[in-house]
């Protein structure tokens, strides 16, 4: 399975951006990560495929939303309200195993990784 992330770009503190990750197969779970300059990747939000059940960062809970487009095997991430704090590469990633509520946090739970995408959100 390969990941293709897209959608990044430049946009003021206040507006919103919708990343794609496109699967070339089958996830069990998808998430997004982030890294900014100089620091270290975070997690950001996490979806389970089999029963919706998402995971969010307390740093972007009730700004990003974490979905997908079932047909297409296309994880988003739509991302409202964006801060200057928000700006980062985002990686997205990919499990083809059986992960548990607990583990969607934690970047070793991925076997696959998209490349990442840059969201400079500045006035």
């Known amino acids: 399975v390969q990941l293709q992330a897209s959608g990044g770009g430049l946009v003021q503190p206040g507006g919103s951006l919708r990343l794609s990750c496109a699967a070339s197969g089958r996830t069990s779970a998808m998430a997004w990560f982030r890294q900014a300059p100089g620091q270290e990747r975070e997690f950001v939000a996490a979806?389970?495929?089999?029963?919706?059940?998402?995971n969010y960062a307390d740093s972007v809970k009730g700004r990003f939303t974490i979905s997908r487009h079932n047909a297409q095997n296309t994880g988003y991430l739509q991302m409202n309200s964006l801060k200057p704090d928000d700006t980062a590469i985002y990686y997205c990633?990919?499990?083809?195993?059986?992960?548990?509520?607990?583990?969607?946090?934690?970047?070793?739970?991925?076997?696959?990784w998209g490349q990442g995408t840059l969201v400079t959100v500045s006035s």
């Open positions: 990633a990919g499990d083809t195993g059986s992960p548990i509520v607990s583990s969607l946090p934690v970047a070793s739970t991925y076997n696959v």
């Open positions: 979806i389970r495929w089999r029963d919706r059940v998402t």
